[in-house]
């Protein structure tokens, strides 16, 4: 037996390597520059407004919002694609992209800001730029016949010819491709022919150029337009890979043309199923001749075609909204697991040798071959659209495709992010999924800044720069009031009371002054106020145009304020009160500085120096009293110790500016940030208290995991947890008897854990320590499951695809057929081991030999005489005791 001071000694020595790992552990953390942790991206969707706006290239494939351009490269391991790289350097719209054809890691973009860049994909940086191109690039192309080359054109041309690199370098003028009579539309490079140039216009026509042959400006006009002065804009623009004269031409209006460049005649018109249906887009299908896709402009219908009909081969309807543009890869990803792999006898149209077998129907005949498009839509919706398979890889709706301005979560809920845009929009998202919930109606112009109503109230406010204010109801899905007191005047902040929910602030230009606005229900009382603002109980904080931060009271019909703050030498943008501190609060400002303030001393007690640009986003942390967070147009994110004013971190994830900042107090080392790049980025902040969770771990006094605000904030302390949420673990933790060490665990873990998987990881605990199934949460299913769960959950799954009448998939986008359901039930029964209702269904489907394939113990063990009356239907005699085990 151990004596009570060995067991004492035992305890200390524990106690001092524990302190020795704490104090380890802590000069690690504050040596690493990388402690704020990237957990999360919520990428943009494509912009809809420039044509050549999507590119892939082998592996790879690109598209861009308007200010970044997002790479998503092939990961062969997982035979999935995956972001490679977000590249953001331009200032204005990217009007336009363009892969280099001869060397995959060369990229070209061009912007309204008269630029063109070049990029080098593989390393994510610039590695030459055209400044002063004299023009928009409308429309930009690499030439086919060097790898140094780009040529770009704005509206009326001319089209230059940039050579980067080179004896030759520098910016030349096409001799003959100039003064257009109609804008150019798109043009195209001939993959083979050197120096063939097509381009297409507004009016409809086209303009074709090859070095040696006789110019041809403005022919094959549709016909029916000749004579007229109607314009019908070229949409598409694809020259046959197979042919040195053939192309495919796609009018708005007047559908699609194969057409001759050599002769100047058209081969074939395609006919439409509807008379409504037109053309946004197309593209050939690698591998395939004579085979191409188009994207129909109203509704999101992919339809197939092959040259040698005039109608569609098939229609695939994947979303509501309009395609904008659309591309194929040309090596498309293999599935590691499939139940459709082909066999010798697997025709399709993938190669010229491939002749289809008379008995398949003429549509079968032209099978789409494996392949996968890159789908973008007029919503902005990107997805990758597996065409051998009719299914998406994968599809991310309603991303933002301009610069985000503002988001915050939702008070009663940590997981529910909302967005606010320069593209009109409000998002809402589901930070555990990283999928957008719903989105407002849209079209009001810029929206600068959002505000949750408190609690359940399940709206939220917005401030417009054209629309007023407004506030959306979520569940209704309509705006539901404006407020247009400010006239024309956009309005920059608005603040929803969590105080009084009748009341709401708002600010606005008026005279180089701000208006700030408290409505409460119809009764409004103006105050004329400077610049953008937040609150703290009845107090208001300013920052102002003039430099300065001013404090009012809201209670009083006064319009003077009780404190004027002088120090920043630019205008002020933001402010925020401290949440733990009373009279503490931080302001940002143009000069680049973040000065904190007490107001109780009417004095500045602290200034934090390091952006190198405006700052625009503030955050301070709602447990941790002296942790500030900041957000600057230098792209970077800070992280302050405000005790000392020093900078514990620097991130510099974001490809541009970052204007908003938040956390959820109850997730409140979860941090959310947005920015001109067009992304919402999630980061963890616990990396910057690692001795408190160790502490925690340990199981050790609350003393060293909890304390006061005047404690915390002493210099040289370590991290305690100060805000309402440890109060509150701490409190219903002690109301527990018996070891409640679990449970203060999992409460913790919510607290400090990012999202997507805590919740999941705890259910999974509960089920290992015997919990009863019963308390299991309804979305248990939809995470990683225990095994004696999985069989029985997937079984069910299974079953309820063989079964489930045809009408609950009826009238929805990419139903699933009868086939492919059981198709799908199949795949996971064999996954589960179950072979023998594995081979049922495939017998079922006409899939005999894969059934026999299986070799089923069970079957080889039966007589014929018990065998499902399906399999003695195609069974030869004597041939299932012949099987091999």
Known sequence: MFTTEFKRKVVRDCRELLEMLQGFLCSVTQANMSQVRQVGLLAAGCQPWNKDVCVANGDRF?????????????????????LHAIMSEHKKTITAISWCPHNPDLFASGSTDNLVIIWNVAEQKVIAKLDNTKGTPASLSWCWNGDDTVAFASQRGPLFIWTISGPDSGVAVHKEAHSFLSDICI???????????????????LSIFQPGNKSQKHVLRPESLEGTDEEDPVTALEWDPLSTDYLLVANLHRGIRLVDSESLCCITTFNFPSAVASVQCLAWVPGAPGMFIT??????????????????????????????????????????????????????????????????TQNQAFSVPPGHAVCCFLDGGVGLYDMGAKKWDFLRDLGHVET??????????????????????????DINTLTAVCTSPGNEGVIYSLSWAPGDLNCIAGATSRNGAFIWDIKKGKIVQ??????????????WSHKDSKRIATCSVLFEQLMVKYYTNTNIQLQ??????????DMIATGCEDKNVRVYYVTTSSDQPLKVFSGHTEKVFHVRWSPLREGILCSGSDDGSVRIWDYTQDACINILRGHTAPVRGLMWNTEIPYLLISGSWDYTIKVWDTREGTCLDTVYDHGADVYGLTCHPRRPFTMASCSRDSTVRLWSLTPLITPLQINILADRSWEEIIGNTDCAVEQGMPPLLCGKVSRDIKQEIEKLSGNPRVKKLRWFSECLSPPGGSDNLWDLVAVIKGQDDSLLPQNYCKGIM?????????????Q??????????????????????????????LRLGQIRRYCELMVELGEVKRAIKAKPRSLTQCSKSQLDTKYQAYLLPGLVGSLPI
């Not at 081969?313 to 395609?323: A, I, W």
């Not at 985000?404 to 998202?429: E, N, Q, R």
């Open 62 to 82: 690109a598209y861009c919002a308007t200010l970044a351009i997002y790479i998503y490269q092939l990961d062969h391991r997982y035979n999935e694609f995956k």
């Open 187 to 205: 043009f195209r490079w001939h993959t083979q022919q050197k120096g063939k140039v097509v381009f297409g216009h507004i009016d409809g026509s």
């Open 295 to 360: 994207g129909d402009s109203q509704v999101g219908v992919l339809r197939v075609w092959n040259v040698s009909r005039a109608t569609p081969v098939d229609n695939f309807k994947l979303k509501k909204t309009g395609f904008h543009c659309l591309h194929v890869l040309n090596s498309p990803p293999r599935k590691k697991f499939s139940i459709q792999s082909p066999t010798k006898n697997h025709y399709t149209s993938s190669t010229s040798e491939a002749v289809p077998p008379p008995t398949l």
């Open 404 to 429: 985000i301005f503002d988001c915050k979560f939702k008070p009663d809920d940590p997981s529910l992010l909302a967005t606010a845009s320069f593209d009109g929009t409000i998002k809402v998202w």
């Open 482 to 495: 404006r407020f247009n007191e400010h006239g024309k005047n956009g309005i920059f902040c608005i603040a």
């Open 528 to 537: 004329c106020l400077v610049v953008i603002g937040a609150k703290t109980t």
């Open 786 to 798: 225990h095994l004696k769960h999985l069989i029985t959950f997937r079984t069910s799954e299974a």
């Open 800 to 829: 309820e695809l063989t079964t489930v009448k045809m009408s609950k998939f009826g009238g929805g986008i990419g139903v699933p057929t009868k086939e492919e359901r059981l198709k799908e039930a199949a795949e996971i029964h």
